[in-house]
């Protein structure tokens, strides 16, 4: 098994300050070609400590994937500590540098003085191309690895692992069948009820139940080699079977885009109508092409569910709509949701049985709630549903 490690350079990553989606991103792309990440680590913007990470990963990982630090500024230190790795030493690649100069020029600019450091990369390594940036990458042998340094920019990471380290991975290695890895994600039931449910399936070998929790959502993967294919989807069968109930998709697609293509499929518009929500259900709908024939954000209001239930079906007659969403305010823990579709009119009050969410989750989950009774409605399903530690305390249909 050949093992493939990232190593994530710079303070801001280490401390926190920013989210390390590069690392992500990386391991779903070598997990796809067959190539699962062993480990990962991050390290600051210190010399000794980028020379000692880079020593010490070399001699255990047979690929190391490194990330960032080849910016023009003073603490971008990556090609500096690979060339003191190695005991080499950094060479200007001119026909780099002549390219960077010419970005610059292109854009009406001089380059900085700063930049001419982008054009070093240790004598005993290949430079790496990068189209949409400043920054070279390259890649070179230290003990018994094989290292690609990138720079930390998403949109210049992704492009150079794509088109330059994944064929090179391809040319030197016999890379294994991709892993078999199946996905569904619930909602409205805890980790450890659907686990204690799960958990006394028999699994053939290799083969392991993974849980994310991503309030409000649980993703469940199943994952084994891809040799063990009809056995995996057997015990998947079961999965899907046991959590049909509070199951809101399977793969990746996510719930917004399900629901757009559903709509678009029946040739349906959504208006929508929030209060508590503030214009995040709009934000999630519409960031996935939803077909929306209006949206409203109204200040809080004072109605009982009866009243917000016609209110929307108003609202859906008003804009032309077959479909209607309402978020009401929430009030010492309870909110109401409302749903109107051609078939009827329904309503639910909920309450959250505990205060330990803040406003940002909470209005994630009754966003989510509001587009699960939408989904459940399109499904044949009763729209309203438990939702394991959130208490529904009326419902409404007409």
């Known amino acids: 098994m050949i093992r493939v490690e990232m190593l994530s350079t710079g303070d801001e990553v280490l401390h926190g300050q920013i989210v390390d989606t590069n690392a992500a991103w990386l391991a779903d792309v070598l997990f796809q ?177 993974g849980y994310r929790s991503s309030m409000p959502i649980i993703e469940i993967k199943l994952t084994g080699p891809a040799s063990q294919r009809v056995a995996i989807e057997q015990v998947w069968q079961q999965v899907k079977l046991l959590l049909a109930e509070c199951t809101i998709f399977e793969g990746t697609e996510g719930l917004p885009a399900l629901l757009a293509r559903e709509l678009q499929q029946r040739g349906f518009q959504l208006a929508l109508s929030e209060q508590f929500t503030a214009g995040l259900l709009n934000w999630q709908l519409a960031a996935a092409d939803v077909a929306l024939s209006k949206a409203e954000i109204l200040p809080p209001q004072d109605e009982d569910l009866v009243t917000q239930v016609a209110r929307t079906r108003d609202w859906a007659k008003q804009q032309g709509a077959e479909l209607a969403l309402s978020v009401g305010n929430l009030v010492e823990g309870e909110v109401s949701i409302a749903l109107h579709t051609p078939e009827a009119s329904w309503g639910q009050r909920v309450k959250f049985t505990h205060g330990r969410h803040n406003v940002e989750t909470r209005q994630r989950v009754v966003a989510m709630m509001a587009m699960n009774m939408l989904r459940r409605w399109l499904h044949g399903s009763e729209v309203s549903t438990g939702h394991g530690w959130i208490d529904i305390l009326e419902t409404v249909k007409n």
């Open 33 to 209: 070609h067959g190539l699962p990440m062993t480990s990962r680590s991050t390290v600051g913007d210190a010399m000794s400590s980028l020379v000692e990470a880079l020593q010490s990963r070399s001699q255990i990982a047979d690929v190391l994937i490194v990330n960032g630090g080849l910016g023009p500024t003073s603490d971008d230190l990556s090609a500096q500590a690979a060339a003191i790795a190695s005991g080499s030493e950094l060479v200007i690649q001119q026909e780099w540098l002549e390219k960077m100069e010419a970005w610059f020029a292109s854009r009406g600019r001089v380059m900085a003085p700063s930049n001419r450091k982008q054009a070093e990369i240790p004598a005993i390594a290949e430079m790496l191309d990068n189209p949409v940036g400043t920054a070279c990458g390259f890649a070179m042998q230290l003990n018994r690895c094989w290292i690609f340094f990138t720079p930390g920019v998403p949109s210049e990471f992704k492009v150079m692992v794509e088109q330059e380290i994944i064929p090179r991975l391809k040319a030197r290695f016999e890379l294994p069948e991709p892993p078999l890895c199946l996905r569904l994600t619930t909602f409205g039931r805890g980790e450890s009820d659907i686990a204690a449910e799960l958990e006394p399936l028999p699994l053939p070998e290799g083969v392991v139940m």
